[in-house]
């Protein structure tokens, strides 16, 4: 798959992962995993990338004695998941063209 393309695709999975409410990295990680392999390696400049954009904003917390980051979609963030959404259907409708059975041999 196109490096450039997969890009954006992990970018709008990490928004979708924390559409509904805040998360953090090993959570988002454990979210996406089912759909695509992703590593911290790769998410976190993904997380840098969707802020400074601000697409998602992040605070810090303590959790169990600990500082975690949580992450949470803006309404630009929401805005860029419809978006996907509708441009998905434009490719989905050329992937449906260009793997169409030929018909016309029948």
């Not at 979708?16 to 090993?26: F, L, M, T």
């Not at 990680?29 to 697409?55: F, G, N, V, W």
């Not at 169990?64 to 980051?69: A, E, V």
């Not at 949470?72 to 989905?92: A, C, D, H, N, Y």
Request: glycine residues 4%.
């Amino acid at each position: 798959m196109d490096i450039q393309l997969k890009r954006g695709l992990l970018e709008v999975c990490v928004l979708a992962a924390i559409k509904d409410e805040p998360s953090y990295g090993y959570k988002i990680i454990k979210d996406i995993k089912p759909y695509q392999e992703i590593s911290e390696s790769t998410l976190y400049p993904i997380l840098k990338r969707l802020e400074a954009a601000k697409l998602l904003t992040v605070r810090s917390a303590e959790h169990n004695g600990r500082l975690r980051k949580y992450y949470s979609i803006t309404p630009v963030g929401l805005e860029r998941l419809e978006l996907f959404k509708r441009e998905w259907q434009e490719m989905k409708a050329i992937y449906d063209f260009v793997t169409r059975e030929d018909n016309s041999n029948d």
